[in-house]
């Protein structure tokens, strides 16, 4: 799937498996480190900053409760790729300081993916979250084809998704979808 939604468009991957084991996860890791080099494209780890040095990949996605950022810039170091999910405006203001690289916005829309999401932020608060920032923000949560453009047009720098690509019957034509009304 990850190699079809590379030859569809997508410029970035992110590993999410939280009940896996680590070795299962450090082997997938791997397998996607090939894939996103061979397309150029950023690799990053959701959460687990050791699997993503010892995978080799661009940089890690942490979330609140995560190791905290100035300890994942420490290890990483300044050219390891930090995210982070802010759950407030004050989080978000905060990030930039912090060492964080992008801030990953959201539920954007209602989602199913995620149960612990929450509740739909809606476009007006990736605006505020965009203007407050300072650093690039991508929009994540219930994100299709046809409401993807919405969320750039808000401020978001891009979009994250996983079933838009991951449950459909074919993966690379979700994704060239979602970057055509990327693109558009």
Same mark, same amino acid.
């Given at each position: 799937?990850?190699?079809?939604?590379?030859?569809?468009?997508?410029?970035?991957?992110?590993?999410?498996?939280?009940?896996?084991?680590?070795?299962?996860?450090?082997?997938?890791?791997?397998?996607?480190?090939?894939?996103?080099?061979?397309?150029? +494209?950023?690799?990053?780890?959701?959460?687990?900053?050791?699997?993503?040095?010892?995978?080799?990949?661009?940089?890690?996605?942490?979330?609140?409760?995560?190791? @905290?950022?100035?300890?994942?810039?420490?290890?990483?170091? @300044?050219?390891?790729?930090?995210?982070?999910?802010?759950?407030?405006?004050?989080?978000?203001?905060?990030?930039?300081?912090?060492?964080?690289?992008?801030?990953?916005?959201?539920?954007?829309?209602?989602?199913?993916?995620?149960?612990?999401?929450?509740?739909?932020?809606?476009?007006?608060?990736?605006?505020?979250?965009?203007?407050?920032?300072?650093? @690039?923000?991508?929009?994540?949560?219930?994100?299709?084809?046809?409401?993807?453009?919405?969320?750039?047009? +808000?401020?978001?720098?891009?979009?994250?998704?996983?079933?838009?690509?991951?449950?459909?019957?074919? @993966?690379?034509?979700?994704?060239?979808?979602?970057?055509?009304?990327?693109?558009?």
């Amino acid at each position: 799937m990850i190699e079809a939604a590379l030859n569809g468009g997508v410029t970035a991957v992110q590993l999410r498996c939280k009940h896996r084991p680590d070795r299962e996860v450090f082997e997938l890791a791997r397998r996607a480190r090939a894939l996103t080099r061979e397309h150029e +494209a950023l690799f990053l780890i959701n959460d687990r900053v050791d699997i993503a040095l010892a995978s080799d990949a661009d940089g890690v996605h942490l979330g609140v409760d995560d190791l @905290p950022i100035e300890d994942a810039r420490r290890i990483g170091g @300044p050219d390891f790729v930090i995210g982070y999910s802010p759950e407030t405006d004050e989080q978000t203001q905060d990030a930039a300081t912090r060492g964080v690289d992008y801030l990953g916005v959201g539920p954007v829309f209602g989602t199913a993916t995620k149960s612990d999401a929450g509740t739909a932020i809606g476009l007006q608060t990736v605006t505020q979250r965009a203007d407050l920032a300072g650093i @690039p923000i991508i929009g994540i949560g219930g994100i299709t084809a046809s409401n993807a453009r919405s969320v750039i047009d +808000a401020g978001a720098v891009g979009v994250a998704v996983v079933s838009a690509i991951s449950i459909q019957g074919d @993966p690379r034509r979700a994704a060239e979808m979602l970057r055509r009304a990327l693109d558009a």
